[in-house]
């Protein structure tokens, strides 16, 4: 079984540029959830995609964007990136979108914006 | 508004005695709760849930939680610390009827066990 994959490790971009942050869900899952992790805080939930379209979001601006493919894999897109976009994000994906369903997460990216 | 409140920073424990990680919660309904740990480099892993049925939820490397409804708490307890179990613990909640899927989480507790 294969468990969830994040690339890049790290990333660093300047000001205003567009960043693209790419993850493998566990295989038989279908549901991905995306999450920012400033340092020292816990996650922040961005959104969450289920059978490719977006079925939850939190309180994120919309040059957050997502998508999610027909193999369940999901990339993030941030537009327009603000410096306090610097974070760890984290990829989950879990069996279903039923909100009693543990979620399996990523190693993560840090992405750092200069 | 959802929120989650894990009032300690930080918790040092001897290494054998017991120990307990707090976690309190305000949400609209029925919640369902989670615990996390997250290692230095290394992601996110689930420990336990509450669901539903019994306060009592046991999980993970020996882990266990108790739900308290009225006092709105789902503290994390081990009745043995390793000193292996020094880590970031996160508590997490949904609403039940939370259309939007919305997971909240803890600001995280660091754990340190010392032999």
């Known amino acids: 079984e294969t468990g969830v994959t994040q690339s890049p490790t790290h990333l660093i971009k300047t000001r205003g540029q567009q960043v693209t942050l790419r993850c493998s869900s566990q295989?038989?899952?279908?549901?991905v959830s995306w999450y920012q992790q400033a340092l020292g805080q816990g996650p922040q939930f961005i959104f969450q995609y289920y059978r490719e379209e977006e079925n939850g979001r939190g309180n994120f601006p919309p040059r957050f964007s997502g998508l999610q493919f027909p193999n369940y894999s999901s990339e993030l897109n941030v537009n327009a990136l603000e410096l306090d976009d610097s974070a760890l994000y984290l990829c989950?994906?879990?069996?279903?979108?039923?909100?009693?369903?543990?979620?399996?997460f990523g190693p993560g990216t840090r992405l750092t914006v200069l | 508004a959802q929120s989650v409140a894990q009032p300690e920073d930080q918790v040092n424990v001897a290494e054998g005695n017991p120990l307990t990680v707090k976690c309190t919660y305000s949400?609209?309904?029925?919640?369902?709760l989670f615990w996390y740990v997250q290692y230095p480099n290394r992601g996110l892993q689930f420990l336990l849930k509450?669901?539903?049925?019994d306060n009592l939820v046991k999980g993970s490397y020996g882990f266990e939680a108790e739900f308290n409804k009225s006092q709105t708490s789902f503290h994390l307890k081990k009745p043995s610390a390793l000193v292996s179990d020094s880590a970031l613990y996160f508590c997490?909640?949904?609403?039940?009827?939370?259309?939007?899927?919305?997971?909240?989480w803890g600001a995280g507790t660091k754990l340190i066990i010392k032999p």
């Open positions: 997490a909640v949904r609403a039940s009827m939370d259309s939007n899927y919305q997971l909240i």
């Open positions: 295989s038989g899952h279908n549901t």
């Open positions: 989950a994906s879990s069996l279903s979108h039923s909100s009693y369903n543990e979620q399996f």
């Open positions: 949400v609209s309904g029925n919640p369902y």
């Open positions: 509450y669901i539903t049925g």
